[in-house]
């Protein structure tokens, strides 16, 4: 069902892969609301991927662009608003990579150059993002952008890795620029702290199918699907959230706030089993 609630804006949504992204439903729901919108991704995304097929879908372009270069940015920013007829309105980072995740380094043993793309991809592309825009002035008064976060930027989680940093520092990053986008250009910044949600970069995430069944015993309301992520994201898009800003928000079915569920110890107490290797040495992950 549709509301109108984006009617006359225009966007630019990083991060489409395919559509078990949670970037690819926003896309969707945006325009459903009544957006315009270009789409951006990498040139190597774009060919593993189908945001091409998304963007036919929803008759816009792909600016192809890396978000961790200021000139690649620089022209989606530029070509979006030349595209789209005026200033953005909303812009959705929905970025993330952790080579340490997929070459299985654990936390105890990263190689740091790997850190380095991860924080760079990360969280770092979005200080760039938001620094070009405001550079450019590119975007209009009372804009919103929406990041993407999770509940390890808080709490330690097994398998998440350097990720967990990853988010810390994107959500900082929010804060900090969403004082001064906020007290100078009245934009907004925002990041979601979404459920675990199946998507090709979260399926690299060990134990993610166990941490799924685990965060939707907790959570009183069950883990959020991309498509709910969708439609909060709509929300902090639209003019009803001109007020909310600086502020990680937590989507996950109430997850975030809960200790131990009913749901969660029933299941924990079938299967107690000591943490150990077969011998006596304890097994942290």
């Not at 091409?52 to 530029?78: H, Y």
């Not at 890795?161 to 929010?174: Q, R, T, Y």
């Amino acid at each position: 069902m549709s509301y109108n609630l984006l009617k006359g804006k225009r966007g630019i949504i990083f991060g489409a892969l395919n559509d078990m992204s949670i970037a690819w439903k926003v896309a969707e729901r945006a325009v459903e609301e009544g957006a315009i919108i270009t789409l951006t991704n990498t040139p190597m995304a774009m060919r593993l991927g189908e945001t091409d097929a998304l963007a036919q879908k929803l008759n816009t372009i792909v600016i192809p662009a890396d978000a961790t270069k200021v000139e690649d940015l620089e022209n989606v920013f530029s070509k979006s608003v030349e595209y789209l007829g005026g200033k953005i309105d909303f812009v959705l980072h929905s970025i993330g990579m952790s080579p340490n995740v997929r070459k299985k380094r654990p936390y105890d043993d990263l190689d740091y150059n790997f850190l380095d793309t991860t924080l760079n991809v990360s969280a770092i592309s979005f200080h760039k993002m938001i620094q070009v825009a405001k550079k450019m002035d590119a975007i209009n008064e009372w804009g919103s952008i929406v990041a993407l976060s999770y509940v390890a930027a808080q709490r330690t989680l097994y398998g998440y890795n350097d990720m967990a940093d990853a988010k810390a520092l994107l959500e900082s990053i929010a804060r900090s620029f969403g004082y001064i986008y906020g007290r100078e250009r009245n934009v907004r910044i925002n990041t979601i702290s979404q459920s675990p949600t199946i998507t090709t970069a979260g399926s690299g995430v060990k134990g993610m199918d166990s941490l799924m069944d685990f965060s939707e015993r907790m959570a009183p309301l069950g883990n959020a699907s991309a498509l709910e992520c969708a439609d909060y994201c709509i929300t902090l898009f639209s003019d009803l959230t001109k007020k909310v800003t600086m502020q990680n928000l937590f989507h996950d079915g109430g997850f975030s706030s809960m200790g131990m569920s009913l749901r969660a110890m029933n299941q924990y107490s079938k299967g107690l089993e000591c943490d150990c290797d077969g011998g006596e040495k304890i097994c942290y992950g």
